[in-house]
């Protein structure tokens, strides 16, 4: 069961547009929502996060939108760069029990913005 | 600042033997993650550790895999006997929170490859 879902698999983006990458979740105890880049070759790194009670977070270039009535997230990358080429994850977080935290991961959109 | 390190980068083994991937966390990060991600998928969580205590397990194929922290620092994720669908990158991660209210910065390693023929 794919309890986040992204979209597109695969986005192909002129340098300086911006790149639109969609989430969506069904399971309503989620209460943290961050994005993370991964290159190849390196393990996935932070990008920025949201919480539930803002609708929407932004970091130079990175903005998240949070739609909770329906359930969707999106990262919005303004001005895209050949470097921002990688692959982002959506997650969503939730308290497992016992105080455990567990990270769920969409499955991930190859971003490559062209010069 | 040292990151999370992991080794080997790369493993290549035959079904049915055996294998063993190492993690050195962040210094002082109290929580230790192992993540297994398949080509094209997103990481799935296989285990949590607090210190040296396991706190999550739930999804780890405990008939062939096995995890330790010993002295609450360095970790071995092992796998034996190997299958096919292993094949997969196994990503450890470490976090500071002692509290675990919040596992959000997550610093993931490397990743070891792993190809089983």
């Known amino acids: 069961q794919q309890q986040v879902k992204q979209s597109p698999q695969s986005l192909i983006v002129q340098k300086g547009g911006i790149s639109i990458i969609n989430c969506a979740y069904e399971?309503?105890?989620?209460?943290?929502f961050p994005w993370y880049q991964q290159f190849p070759g390196k393990g996935p790194a932070l990008l920025i996060a949201?919480?539930?009670?803002?609708s929407e977070k932004k970091e130079g270039r990175f903005t998240i939108s949070f739609n909770k009535s329906a359930k969707q997230f999106s990262l919005h990358i303004m001005d895209s760069q050949p470097g921002d080429s990688a692959t982002y994850f959506c997650?969503?977080?939730?308290?497992?029990?016992?105080?455990?935290?567990?990270?769920?991961f969409g499955k991930g959109t190859k971003l490559s913005v062209i010069p | 600042e040292a990151g999370v390190a992991q080794s080997p980068r790369y493993k290549i083994i035959e079904k049915r033997q055996s294998v063993a991937f190492w993690c050195n966390p962040i210094?002082?990060?109290?929580?230790l993650y192992w993540y297994q991600q398949i080509l094209g998928q997103g990481p799935k969580l296989l285990i949590q550790?607090?210190?040296?205590?396991?706190?999550?397990d739930s999804q780890l194929p405990k008939d062939r895999f096995s995890a330790e922290r010993l002295k609450g620092v360095d970790s071995t994720l092992k796998i034996q006997p190997a299958k096919l669908e292993d094949s997969a990158v196994y990503l450890c991660?470490?976090?500071?929170?002692?509290?675990?209210?919040?596992?959000?910065?997550?610093?993931f390693g490397s990743g070891t490859q792993l190809s089983v023929l």
């Open positions: 210094s002082g990060h109290a929580t």
């Open positions: 991660a470490s976090s500071l929170s002692v509290n675990l209210a919040t596992n959000e910065k997550l610093f």
């Open positions: 997650a969503a977080s939730e308290n497992s029990g016992a105080g455990s935290y567990q990270l769920t």
């Open positions: 949201i919480r539930p009670d803002v």
């Open positions: 550790f607090q210190n040296n205590g396991v706190v999550d």
């Open positions: 399971n309503t105890a989620f209460d943290y």
